[in-house]
């Protein structure tokens, strides 16, 4: 009887434990802001309703962006108004010109800065720079990774109904922290990028004779093989609970 309640006592334990790790949190999405070039690289933001709409949106998460990051925080740096065509940017990264913005999410264009978000989505907010609104938006399709990555760059363009059109482009040249590395994207738009320093970096690019909407994806070398990978912590501490458990139930035979 006693090894019997010991070991639902056991599977007791792991279960709340379990439902805790998955319990509802906050969604986490990423923010970048551009202005010619990077002033915002992958910002984590946990989401909350900031502007008190009932949902969380591309708007909550570049106040949050700014609040977190904008020298003199939201209030300085962003603002927003309802006017024809919805929810629109009047002030991006402290600069007011008359809504000559744009911002995507998921390297898809917005509808507006209404639309909602979901945990893990990327977005990014830019000024054009081009005096015709001619900034082409970029992207790699990796995101984040460790010490390398294979990254294929992009570019946008819009056909003839308005359709965004994603190119794999050849000849931009890499950048790691802002400097140029020489390693340039192949007829596949395709190139290796291997970090020598340890720590998270940004990975970028540059296309000569195009203004482009700066891509990003952080990359991150580790000093020591990674040993806090949070997934084999909650698997570690579930597994010493249940041989805790099997303990008891064994000392109580």
Known sequence: MKRTLA????????????????????????????????????????????????????????????????EGGAAAGYASSTGDYGLSLTKLWGVENGGSYGYFVNDNSAMSLADPLSDGDEIVAFIYTAADWSDAYSFFDVKSGKSGAELTFYVCSYDENWALVKTPTAGAEITIDGVKTGVKTDANG????????????????????????????????????????????????????????????????
């Open 7 to 70: 070991l639902i006592l056991a599977a007791v334990i792991v279960a709340a434990f379990a439902s805790f790790l998955c319990a509802a949190k906050d969604p986490v999405v990423y923010v970048t802001i551009a202005n010619g070039e990077l002033v915002l690289a992958r910002e984590a933001v946990t989401l909350t309703d900031a502007d008190n709409d009932g949902a969380l949106t591309v708007n909550d998460a570049l106040y949050l962006a700014h609040e977190a990051k904008y």
């Open 190 to 253: 395709k190139a290796k990028v291997e970090l020598e320093e340890t720590g998270e970096h940004i990975i970028s690019a540059v296309l000569e004779g195009a203004v482009i909407v700066p891509p990003v994806c952080t990359l991150k070398k580790s000093a020591t093989p990674a040993t806090g990978d949070s997934g084999m912590i909650v698997l570690a501490v579930i597994g010493a609970m249940a041989l805790a458990g099997f303990a008891a139930a064994k000392k109580a035979k």
